[in-house]
């Protein structure tokens, strides 16, 4: 069973930091790219980070560039993310989500996120 | 702020047909970056619904159809059911933002 199941939530204090984990099992985790999707309570998506299968490439939104770290270790199937400088506004449940690749009858292939973790619930408060 | 904007809600009676718009610009689907849809039922993570602009996951009822033109994509849902009420995002690709995906601002659609 393809399977995504992310930790390292919590409660922490303005400035501090947390580091989120994402144990990947069912699919070869080195051949697809991952992002990092997050929620605040009662509102919609928003794309935090992504990273190329084998880590060369990582692209992050301008909300967080600078202060959040995506890496993956494809020997442990675990993609992470270190969030440093939290803010109030980071306060949110955060996924980590695979990208699939997809294929229609003519053979033209798209990457949609095919399968999402249940979330890791991040609160930012003093 | 989302750059791909969706009505907030939509409502429909059972067996009806309702549609969701996401309406971007020059720099995401009008750039002809590929549109995909996501379901979110209440209280659990998103699931893909249409890949590529207009294709159906194995599993997805073939009740959900995607469509784009121009700057804009639409979900359609027909023969509306009460299980289907939930919140929609489209979600493509930018150029305006660095290395950027993007997710529509979401639309509670809503089963009379």
């Known amino acids: 069973e393809v399977q995504l199941l992310e930790s390292g939530g919590g409660l922490v204090q303005p400035g501090g930091s947390l580091r989120l984990s994402c144990p990947a099992s069912g699919f070869t985790f080195s051949g697809n790219a991952m992002s990092w999707v997050r929620q605040a309570p009662g509102k919609g998506l928003e794309w935090v980070s992504g990273i190329s299968g084998r880590g060369g490439s990582a692209y992050y939104a301008d909300s967080v560039k600078g202060r959040f770290t995506i890496s993956r270790d494809n020997s442990k199937n675990t993609l992470y993310l270190l969030m440093n400088s939290l803010r109030a506004e980071d306060t949110a449940l955060y996924y980590c989500a695979k990208k699939g690749d997809f294929y229609d009858s003519s053979g033209t292939t798209y990457d949609a996120f095919d399968i999402w973790g249940q979330g890791t619930m991040v609160t930012v408060s003093s | 702020q989302s750059v791909l904007t969706q009505p907030p809600s939509v409502s429909g009676a059972p067996g009806q047909r309702v549609t969701i718009s996401c309406t971007g610009s020059?720099?995401?689907?009008?750039?002809?970056?590929?549109v995909h849809w996501y379901q979110q039922l209440p209280g659990t993570a998103p699931k893909l619904l249409i890949y590529g602009d207009n294709n159906r996951p194995s599993g997805v009822p073939d009740r959900f159809s995607g469509s784009k033109s121009g700057t804009s994509a639409s979900l359609a849902i027909t023969g509306l059911q009460a299980e289907d009420e939930a919140d929609y995002y489209c979600q493509s690709y930018d150029t305006s933002l660095s290395g950027s995906e993007v997710f529509g601002t979401g639309t509670k659609v809503t089963v009379l």
């Open positions: 020059s720099s995401n689907i009008g750039a002809g970056y590929d």
